[in-house]
């Protein structure tokens, strides 16, 4: 066996420094008992194996101990070498004799995933901040997809969350977890601890890309702290996202009228969730963010990462019986601050220190305007969207999915977010 390759079902698979967190818990749940999708990972060894024969070592290491104007060129060069100089023959051979073992055993697509030594820590799950790449159907396509992922951990966007969070690249490595493609009716996320101390369970048609970016409003499902279901909010999900073979890439098509407002998960089904996530809770010691999606053989796990809670706390009584929008709750506390209406990320100079941003789209692409704001609502995303999980990380109180706040909420208002109980409210202009 390569010292590049291990498959998931190895215990081998279960070190984090080998595979990184992500690879290691999707192992360790799946020795647990629980449904994974399988396949394998390509280890950080290779990453560091491929750097050490591209001659890029010393360069690394000038890319982050140089000032930003020196080292910008040092940074490209380990980038661009990662993306298009080829792979050693000791990386390659086994790699491509693991995907063809993968396709022929399975019959699927497959998702080429990131899974760095630092992701889906305490404190820095990167969500959304590396890459994934689903529907990969070409030997070509997937060597394309593990070189991305290698590079990924030098992109300006994961340089600065690295940065905010006192972590270098040439500190960590870039493990590439390989699985076949979940044909997925539906998918989603789920959290095993609310602030309130239940669950929470979110749900789309198909893929579940469209959760992570924030692009629709989900199913909201919560439970219990025993997984029994206590209400559901059908979500507004006028869109899909399926894998083909020979498509180019993940296609979205609109939901049919009749599905939009209509719950993805039966009953059986996400308490079946809830079950899972406590067994994940129980695993990992802690509460877990979860990844989740479900084919026609049923509910497959995708991913559990560490979840920070915090208590309910008390909104400002100035906010009582305020006009309000409820939406999905973020799981952080209570801010407060001039509302800022933003439209478009061109708009994004306007905010200022302390503002609640209001917005349409609830993307990772946000997460660089996060340290300015007190707390953000959003049209668009749900509980489990990346933008949700890094304002987790920084305690920033969250409300998305509010249908209408952009054109209801007065532009300079002062605005009142609760990110537990998932309220917004906001002062009448006099």
Same mark, same amino acid.
């Given at each position: 066996?390569?010292?590049?390759?291990?498959?998931?079902? #190895?215990? =081998?698979?279960?070190d984090?420094?080998?595979?990184?967190?992500?690879?290691?818990n999707?192992?360790?749940?799946?020795?647990?008992?629980?449904?994974?999708?399988?396949?394998?990972?390509?280890?950080?060894?290779a990453?560091?194996h491929?750097?050490?024969?591209?001659?890029?070592?010393?360069?690394?290491?000038?890319?982050?101990?140089?000032?930003?104007?020196?080292?910008?060129?040092?940074?490209?060069?380990?980038?661009?070498?990662?993306?298009?100089?080829?792979?050693?023959?000791?990386?390659?051979?086994?790699?491509?004799?693991?995907?063809?073992?993968?396709? =022929?055993?399975?019959?699927?697509?497959?998702?080429?995933?990131?899974?760095?030594?630092?992701?889906?820590?305490?404190?820095?799950?990167?969500?959304?901040?590396?890459?994934?790449?689903?529907?990969?159907?070409?030997?070509? #396509?997937?060597?394309?997809?593990?070189?991305?992922?290698? /590079?990924?951990?030098?992109?300006?966007?994961?340089? &600065?969350?690295?940065?905010?969070?006192?972590?270098?690249?040439?500190?960590?490595?870039?493990?590439?977890?390989?699985?076949?493609?979940?044909?997925?009716?539906?998918?989603?996320?789920?959290?095993?601890?609310?602030? /309130?101390?239940?669950m929470?369970?979110?749900?789309?048609?198909?893929? /579940?890309?469209?959760?992570?970016?924030?692009?629709?409003?989900?199913d909201?499902?919560?439970?219990?702290?025993?997984?029994?279901?206590?209400?559901?909010?059908?979500?507004?999900?006028?869109?899909?996202?399926?894998?083909?073979?020979?498509?180019?890439a993940?296609t979205?098509?609109?939901?049919?009228?009749?599905?939009?407002?209509?719950?993805?998960?039966?009953?059986?089904?996400?308490?079946?969730?809830?079950q899972?996530?406590?067994?994940?809770?129980?695993?990992m010691?802690?509460?877990?963010?979860? =990844?989740?999606?479900?084919?026609?053989?049923?509910?497959?796990?995708?991913?559990?990462?560490?979840?920070?809670?915090?208590?309910?706390?008390?909104?400002?009584?100035?906010?009582?019986?305020k006009?309000?929008?409820?939406?999905?709750?973020?799981?952080?506390?209570?801010?407060?601050?001039?509302?800022?209406?933003?439209?478009?990320?061109?708009?994004?100079?306007?905010?200022?220190?302390?503002?609640?941003?209001?917005?349409?789209?609830?993307?990772?692409?946000?997460?660089?305007?996060?340290?300015?704001?007190?707390?953000v609502?959003?049209?668009?995303?749900?509980s489990?969207?990346?933008?949700?999980?890094? /304002? &987790?990380?920084?305690?920033?109180?969250?409300?998305?999915?509010?249908?209408?706040?952009?054109s209801?909420?007065? =532009?300079?208002?002062?605005?009142?977010?609760?990110?537990?109980?998932?309220?917004?409210?906001?002062?009448?202009?006099?």
């Amino acid at each position: 066996m390569s010292p590049f390759i291990v498959q998931l079902n #190895d215990p =081998e698979c279960s070190d984090p420094s080998l595979v990184g967190p992500k690879t290691a818990n999707q192992s360790a749940l799946a020795q647990m008992g629980l449904p994974t999708p399988g396949g394998f990972c390509l280890t950080s060894h290779a990453y560091r194996h491929q750097l050490d024969q591209l001659g890029l070592t010393e360069t690394a290491k000038l890319a982050v101990e140089l000032d930003f104007m020196d080292a910008r060129k040092h940074v490209s060069q380990v980038r661009i070498a990662l993306f298009s100089k080829p792979m050693v023959m000791e990386i390659i051979d086994p790699l491509l004799t693991a995907y063809r073992e993968l396709v =022929e055993s399975e019959g699927n697509l497959v998702a080429v995933r990131s899974s760095s030594l630092m992701e889906d820590t305490e404190g820095s799950s990167f969500a959304g901040q590396f890459q994934t790449f689903l529907g990969i159907d070409s030997e070509q #396509d997937f060597l394309t997809a593990v070189r991305a992922c290698w /590079g990924a951990l030098w992109s300006s966007r994961a340089m &600065r969350y690295m940065d905010d969070k006192n972590i270098s690249p040439v500190d960590t490595a870039m493990a590439v977890l390989v699985q076949p493609l979940v044909n997925a009716i539906a998918s989603g996320g789920g959290l095993s601890r609310t602030a /309130g101390g239940g669950m929470s369970v979110s749900a789309t048609w198909g893929l /579940g890309e469209s959760i992570a970016q924030g692009e629709i409003v989900p199913d909201r499902y919560d439970l219990s702290s025993t997984g029994e279901l206590l209400e559901t909010a059908a979500g507004h999900k006028e869109h899909s996202i399926h894998c083909h073979h020979h498509g180019a890439a993940p296609t979205t098509a609109p939901v049919n009228d009749s599905k939009v407002g209509a719950p993805c998960l039966s009953v059986e089904q996400v308490q079946e969730l809830g079950q899972f996530m406590r067994k994940a809770e129980e695993l990992m010691k802690h509460p877990v963010e979860v =990844e989740w999606a479900m084919d026609e053989q049923g509910i497959k796990m995708l991913q559990a990462r560490p979840l920070h809670t915090e208590p309910e706390v008390v909104p400002d009584e100035v906010f009582s019986g305020k006009p309000g929008l409820r939406g999905h709750p973020g799981g952080m506390g209570w801010a407060s601050g001039r509302a800022c209406v933003i439209n478009c990320e061109c708009e994004i100079g306007r905010i200022a220190p302390g503002d609640i941003l209001v917005t349409k789209v609830a993307g990772p692409a946000l997460a660089q305007v996060l340290p300015q704001v007190s707390g953000v609502v959003a049209e668009l995303g749900g509980s489990t969207s990346h933008l949700a999980s890094l /304002g &987790r990380e920084r305690g920033i109180p969250m409300v998305l999915g509010v249908m209408g706040a952009t054109s209801t909420i007065p =532009e300079g208002a002062m605005v009142g977010v609760d990110g537990v109980a998932g309220v917004v409210r906001w002062l009448k202009e006099k």
